[in-house]
């Protein structure tokens, strides 16, 4: 054992650590500000509202957090939904994960001066001082899953889009639990950060097996912050319990490298879990291996939503604080009409021809 899981192991709690959830009643899906949420689709523009925003000749800048499948799926629904109003998208950046790059994106955009900017913010206590050069200067900002600590909703911003994220770890709990017959031990990876998305997520999980599954037992809790140590976590968690029947993973990276650990190990019983669609992944399992279902959301709706309330708030029309889409969880019998629904694409020609 190398001295970095020797560390690893010591420094690991057998249950949670800060970030942790713990519900005595069931959990609810509400905003960063603890906002209610309203379904996406009950956010409609007229006929006549579209007219006027088409004709005012407004621009859209895109500053996401970072590119990949599911923020690519929303960017495009954002895109598109920008096409049907009129709206011309003349910047989109990605930050990398990095607050620093997303705050100079920013400034970037701001030189072409647009009349709305969507993002997802990185750093909500921080971000105000991203976003508040644009918040100042008109701009209708509408973000992703996080709001901007110190901006009042309606005046510094339109509106929250996400999903509902009670379902989605309360599906991956369900889809974890029957891929294990009801009964086992599981490995529980949450995300330890202040990140109100996937805290309220992993603790759905966690309620949802405590509280419907008796015969499921979480034997271990580790926090994750960084993805990249998912492979050393996974190999702490293995090493004080061999005999895991699953594991939660809080999204498809980390749920990479505890696939790695698995293989490494030449262990092909214990399940996994995760979040977001990816295609190695869903290849995973569907030729049979580790991973038993993906959970997503509705990821090219988001961004459909995002510009839609982006529009409403130019015609300064009242837009709902939280906006939430749903989520699905997909198997291997549904991968194809999963992707469809949540990306509103195909997907990858390696996982249709795994699918056939």
Do not use: C
């Not at 050393?232 to 505890?258: C, F, H, K, Q």
């Not at 300064?316 to 019998?333: C, I, N, S, T, Y």
């Amino acid at each position: 054992m190398d001295m970095k899981l020797k560390a690893l192991l010591a420094a690991m709690p057998l249950l949670a650590t800060s970030a942790a959830i713990a519900f005595a009643d069931q959990p609810k899906t509400v905003g960063p500000n603890g906002e209610a949420p309203t379904p996406a689709a009950s956010l409609t523009l007229s006929d006549a509202e579209i007219e006027t925003v088409r004709s005012g000749k407004h621009t859209a800048a895109l500053v996401w957090h970072e590119l990949y499948d599911w923020s690519n799926a929303v960017a495009q629904g954002a895109k598109d939904e920008f096409a049907r109003l009129g709206i011309e998208v003349v910047a989109e950046t990605d930050a990398g994960f990095d607050t620093a790059r997303q705050k100079a994106d920013v400034e970037t955009v701001m030189a072409r001066d647009p009349s709305i900017i969507i993002s997802l913010p990185i750093d909500p206590p921080t971000a105000k001082t991203v976003y508040g050069p644009a918040r100042d200067a008109g701009v209708e900002l509408v973000f992703i899953d996080n709001a901007v600590q110190g901006f009042t909703h309606g005046k510094d911003y339109t509106t929250v889009v996400s999903a509902d994220l009670f379902q989605i770890g309360n599906k991956a709990a369900i889809a974890l639990a029957d891929a294990m017959g009801g009964k086992g031990k599981v490995g529980y990876m949450f995300h330890d950060a202040d990140f109100p998305v996937t805290n309220q997520r992993d603790g759905a999980f966690k309620w949802t097996i405590e509280n419907a599954y008796p015969e499921i037992e979480i034997v271990i809790e580790s926090g994750m912050t960084d993805p990249a140590n998912a492979e050393d976590i996974a190999s702490a968690m293995l090493s004080r319990n061999p005999d895991l029947d699953g594991i939660y993973t809080p999204w498809a990276e980390p749920a990479l490298g505890v696939l790695s650990v698995l293989r490494q190990q030449s262990n092909d019983r214990t399940k996994v879990v995760t979040i977001d669609l990816n295609e190695p992944a869903a290849l995973d399992m569907l030729k049979g291996g580790n991973i038993a279902a993906i959970v997503a959301d509705e990821a090219y709706q988001i961004g459909v939503t995002a510009a839609r309330a982006a529009a409403a708030g130019l015609l300064d029309k009242p837009v709902e604080p939280f906006l939430v889409v749903d989520a699905l969880a997909v198997g291997p019998g549904n991968v194809v009409d999963g992707w469809m629904q949540s990306m509103n694409r195909q997907p990858p020609d390696s996982v249709k021809a795994a699918a056939q």
